[in-house]
């Protein structure tokens, strides 16, 4: 790709000097910077190998793990959680199913022996094997496997397939990000916004994901709260309950050191639904997960009012300050985070301006 954007940039200059002579309003080759189309190509090259590589090391990882389950289960260990698919669901279903029927039959074998022995067994007497629940289930993941096996391995009419590892040669760096009206190359922008709508942080992502960028969020805030906290010695310049939707909810923020928050676990209207059919009060129970913990606390009255203001906070900043930045200028992830910032910077002096002026 790189030496066939060289050689097109080539030909390009040998026919723009030879229109030169009769075509003034042309900007001379000599002019023009030829390299930036194939810095780019150079660039998403880079990007789609580096893309690959993260692919295989996940690839290969997931690869250990099931592997590492098989031997498990093979051994006689119990495994928690769904056989992942791949290669060795089959094998993992079938040891799965050959420990359960062992764990059964030896109860069976027990029990036999006592009554062998004169004694009586304490207890129901266990179902026949083909009736226990337990290896119906792991015999019906079996089944499943095998049928997904037969699946992956059916002939299918070959047809052109394109390649899902791509990279942008307008921006290297830029992502498709989902939206609501579908797909858009760009990037994910980030917010932090106090509760009088002045944006305190910002950042820009690759990741269409948010999860990854609340801890840096709250800490970029924790710190412009501390710088303004020793100026000012004001008591509002201390960061107090963070506000989060569901996009950032897992165990791993929902740990993480930080400030208190609180953040949604599912969709608004199912977290509005759980507040009215589930109302609890008082602390969290000892012992809960954090999930169980962030479902408690945002079921309380307290917690419920308080999360309400996280609609009515970040929104109307996100949707004013599109109306300063609508989509970036510049290509890659600095220049995207030196709009940002200017654009949040010119949209807070226009909300402290408005709020003095009135």
């Known amino acids: 790709m790189v030496a066939e954007a060289e050689q097109t940039d080539a030909t390009e200059n040998i026919r723009a000097a030879q229109r030169a002579h009769d075509d003034d309003d042309r900007v001379p080759a000599r002019l023009m910077d030829q390299s930036s189309r194939a810095r780019r190509i150079r660039q998403a090259a880079d990007?789609?190998?580096?893309?690959?590589k993260r692919q295989r090391n996940n690839e290969d990882e997931r690869d250990a793990a099931a592997r590492a389950r098989l031997a498990k289960s093979r051994a006689g260990e119990p495994?928690?959680?769904?056989?992942?698919d791949g290669p060795h669901r089959l094998a993992e279903a079938r040891a799965h199913l050959a420990r359960e029927v062992a764990t059964h039959q030896s109860k069976?074998?027990?029990?036999?022996a006592l009554i062998a022995a004169g004694k009586k067994p304490m207890g129901t007497p266990p179902v026949p094997s083909e009736q226990?629940?337990?290896?119906?289930r792991a015999r019906r993941v079996v089944e499943a496997a095998l049928a997904a096996e037969h699946t992956a391995s059916a002939t299918k009419p070959a047809k052109r397939v394109l390649p899902k590892t791509v990279a942008n040669t307008t921006d290297p760096q830029s992502r498709l990000m989902p939206t609501r009206r579908g797909y858009l190359q760009g990037y994910n922008a980030q917010l932090a916004v106090t509760s009088d709508q002045i944006i305190a942080a910002v950042q820009i992502g690759q990741s269409p994901n948010d999860i990854a960028s609340l801890v840096p969020m709250m800490e970029a805030s924790g710190r412009a709260a501390a710088m303004l906290h020793t100026d000012t010695g004001r008591s509002e310049h201390i960061i107090g309950v963070v506000l989060a939707d569901a996009g950032y909810c897992s165990d791993s923020n929902l740990s993480a050191p930080g400030p208190e928050r609180l953040i949604a676990l599912n969709k608004t209207?199912?977290?509005?639904?759980?507040?009215?059919?589930q109302p609890v009060t008082g602390p969290?129970?000892?012992?809960?997960?954090?999930?169980?913990?962030?479902s408690h606390r945002l079921r309380t009255p307290?917690?419920?009012?308080?999360?309400?203001r996280r609609g009515a906070t970040v929104e109307p900043g996100i949707g004013n300050l599109k109306k300063v930045l609508d989509r970036f200028s510049g290509r890659g992830l600095n220049s995207a985070l030196g709009e940002l910032n200017l654009a949040a910077s010119a949209f807070n002096l226009m909300k402290i301006h408005r709020a003095t002026a009135s």
């Open 269 to 277: 209207r199912d977290h509005a639904k759980a507040v009215i059919e």
């Open 47 to 52: 990007e789609v190998a580096a893309q690959l």
């Open 108 to 112: 069976l074998e027990r029990r036999a």
């Open 302 to 308: 307290e917690g419920s009012r308080l999360y309400k």
């Open 79 to 84: 495994v928690v959680g769904r056989i992942p």
């Open 284 to 294: 969290p129970p000892e012992g809960a997960s954090p999930r169980q913990a962030m």
């Open 132 to 136: 226990h629940s337990r290896i119906i």
